[in-house]
Each structure stands twice: as structure tokens, then as C-alpha cells.
């Protein structure tokens, strides 16, 4: 079965400063999805970032990239120039593909952005 | 509003009461799923939906949970007997016939059980 684990409960950064929180998934597919996806408090998910397993080249979305290892399963998001308003819970997940549609999701990162 | 939506957005219930949950997920989106999100934990799948086939189901869901989409649209997500353990965020997403399916959260429902 595919696990995702995200060893940094919490994290802090410095507002205008660059973060990069880590994420490893163990899978014996070759094929799948990963994402990030961002809970700020009391407010719903809101995806970040995807990444297809099949692209060597890493996924960039304005100020959020990956470092996408696959030979190592390793998935990092790097936020640069960190806003207060980035402050929120960070989950990476994980999608096979093809077959099923449910995501496999870490625990989460908290993501604090000091002024 | 276009997102998905969710109903209520808070319940409180006494052990042993039955609670339903609805869910609308944006049109036209024909896979909607639902997840269970505990205080530190991420969310963990429970069901998904092919417009109104129930296509897979976690072993997390007892038989005291029960989820429909009739007619491939709204969703419902019933919990028999509540029990204290069953206290959570229920969430739900849903998402377009796209290869890549990205999902689309709904802000949630949060169940506590007394």
C-alpha cells in the first residue's frame, strides 16, 4: 500500500525568506500524481501545485515549486518570498494511476510566517 | 458561489444518534469523494463516486456509514449510531472528468459527538 509521510510537523519562516518543506511517499507504481495541497485555518483545501511522476521537469507555480526525486520518492515544496498569508497547513498527496481516484494524504505541515 | 458546498457546516449530536451530511460539488464535476479529517492527521479516504456509482470504499467505513449520490449530483453521507470516535471533519471533493483529477474541497463538516 502507498504511504506519505511529512516528517516536519511545524515549520517557520520569515516573511520575504524561502521555506521548503519535505515530503517522501513509498509506492511500487510507476505511474502516479503527487500534489500539494494548502488548509489555511478554518478555511477549505486549495491546491498548490501537481506534479506528473511521468515529467522529469519539476512543477512551478509562481512564488511554489517541487523538488520532485523520484528515484529517491521524495517530493519538496519550496515556497519563496513567504507571506503572511501562506500561513496554513501544508499536505502533500499522493494519486496512482491509472485505477483509482482516492488521494493518499500526509499529516501535514503547519506552516507559520512570522512578520 | 461555484465551489463545492457542504451541509451542515457544524453538527453536534449525542452518542447513538444518526447524522446525515450533504454534499454539492460543482457542476458538471461527475467523481465526488468523501474523506475523514481528525484533529492532526491529514484527510483519509472513505468513499468515491462515478457520477451515482459507488466505485470504491475504504475499510474505514463500518457499516454504520452509509453514502448515496442519487442521480449523480448531490451526495449524502450517513452515520448510524454515532459513536464519540466518529468526532471529525468530514470532507468532501469532487472533481472533473480529466485525466490528471484534480480535487476540489468543500469546506467541510465538523461532527462532534457528546
Known amino acids: 500500500a502507498q504511504t506519505v509521510t511529512q516528517s516536519q510537523p511545524e515549520m517557520s519562516v520569515q516573511e520575504a525568506e524561502t521555506v521548503t518543506l519535505s515530503c517522501t511517499y513509498d509506492t511500487s507504481e510507476s505511474d502516479y500524481y503527487l500534489f500539494w495541497y494548502k488548509q489555511p485555518p478554518s478555511r477549505q483545501m486549495i491546491l498548490v501545485i501537481r506534479q506528473e511522476a511521468y515529467k522529469q521537469q519539476n512543477a512551478t507555480e509562481n512564488r511554489f515549486s517541487v523538488n520532485f526525486q523520484k528515484a529517491a520518492k521524495s517530493f519538496s515544496l519550496k515556497i519563496s518570498d513567504s507571506q503572511l498569508g501562506d500561513a496554513a497547513m501544508y499536505f502533500c498527496a499522493y494519486r496512482s494511476l491509472p485505477g483509482t481516484y482516492k488521494y493518499i494524504f500526509g499529516t501535514g505541515t503547519r506552516l507559520k510566517v512570522l512578520a | ?114
Not at chain 2, 457544524?10 to 468523501?34: A, M
Request: hydrophobic share 25%; with cysteine.
Open chain 2, 1 to 114: 458561489d461555484t465551489g463545492v458546498s457542504q451541509d451542515p457546516r457544524h453538527k453536534i449530536t449525542k452518542r447513538g444518534q444518526n447524522v446525515t451530511f450533504r454534499c454539492d460539488p460543482i457542476s458538471e464535476h461527475n467523481r465526488l469523494y468523501w474523506y475523514r479529517q481528525t484533529l492532526g492527521q491529514g484527510p483519509e479516504f472513505l468513499t468515491y463516486f462515478q457520477n451515482e456509482a459507488q466505485l470504491e470504499k475504504s475499510r474505514l467505513l463500518s457499516d454504520r456509514f452509509s453514502a448515496e449520490r442519487p442521480k449523480g449530483s448531490f451526495s449524502t453521507l450517513e452515520i448510524q449510531r454515532t459513536e464519540q470516535g466518529d468526532s471529525a471533519m468530514y470532507l468532501c471533493a469532487s472533481s472533473p472528468k480529466r485525466v490528471y483529477n484534480e480535487q476540489f474541497f468543500g469546506p467541510g463538516t465538523r461532527l462532534t459527538v457528546l
